[in-house]
């Protein structure tokens, strides 16, 4: 039977999963430079280690109300084509692993508008943690087509 491992991350209170294989470090919240003319959920970009890396707060990006950053804020720095991009969290402290028969399809009765940034859902230990899509949560199309 395969197994994944998944940082498990908070937003919104709820539970999320990033396979752990996107994730190249989690890092402190620190100050971001903001770009001007950029999507709000754009924070802008700060210097990991002498490379720029663009910053986006998930939360916003997934429709939620914005929250100030505090001492359990994160910084999720992941990998996608040779590129890496910050994903500003609530919280990410968990690193868990399953069997891939414990990912079941996203619920049909989720809105559209959400439907696309869920890969599936995790049972876990009595609860269920929603997997993210992150092609869909970095995908620019789907900004502009969806107005986030």
Known sequence: ?????FIILTLNEECYAIPIDYI??????QPVTRIPNTEGFV???I?????ITPVIDLRERMGFEAKPLDEVSRIIITNRSQE?????????DDVIEINNDDIEPPPETISENYRDYIEGVI????RLIVLLSLEHVFEADFVKQHHV
């Open 1 to 5: 039977m395969e197994r994944q491992k």
């Open 24 to 29: 190249h470090s989690i890092e402190r919240t």
């Open 43 to 45: 924070k802008g970009v």
């Open 47 to 51: 210097n990991l280690r002498g490379i």
């Open 84 to 92: 890496s991009i910050g994903l500003i969290v609530d919280g990410a």
């Open 123 to 126: 049972k876990h230990e009595q």
